[in-house]
């Protein structure tokens, strides 16, 4: 999937979201709109995770969720 395609299925992918990574605030998944990049910074931010650890942790649930 592409980027365009996540942005434009952003708002039913919210709530899978905040499922996987409960400590995204609302104001997150604002700033985040869609955006694997900003999503993987978020992660990276709350979570203490490496850039690479938040990225293969958002690629996996991307590939096991259909995203």
């Known amino acids: 999937?592409?980027?365009h395609t996540l942005k434009?299925?952003?708002n039913q992918?919210?709530?899978a979201v905040k499922q996987q990574?409960?400590?995204l605030t609302d104001d997150d998944m604002?700033?985040?709109?869609g955006s694997r990049d900003k999503l993987v910074g978020r992660v990276q931010e709350r979570y203490g995770h490496a850039k690479?650890?938040?990225e293969r942790e958002v690629d996996?649930?991307?590939r096991e969720n259909n995203y």
């Open 30 to 33: 604002t700033h985040i709109e």
């Open 52 to 54: 690479e650890d938040a």
């Open 13 to 15: 992918m919210k709530g």
């Open 21 to 23: 990574w409960a400590d």
């Open 60 to 62: 996996d649930w991307r």
């Open 1 to 3: 999937m592409n980027e």
């Open 8 to 10: 434009g299925e952003w």
